[in-house]
């Protein structure tokens, strides 16, 4: 799956903060969801313009 810039820092931010997961648990679920409705969006996104070019 492809990532964009931004995304590829946040998941490099996100793989430093699981080091300190203790103050960082809320943080990260937070991010994981957002990060999932991200690819959910452009995958369904991409389906669309799929289908259209059909």
């Given at each position: ?14 793989v ?39």
């Amino acid at each position: 799956m492809y990532f964009g810039g931004l995304e590829s820092i946040i998941l490099t931010a996100h793989v430093m903060k699981l080091s300190n997961s203790n103050y960082y648990i809320y943080y990260s679920t937070t991010l994981t969801a957002t990060m999932a409705a991200i690819l959910v969006t452009r995958t369904m996104a991409a389906t669309l313009a799929f289908q259209f070019t059909i």
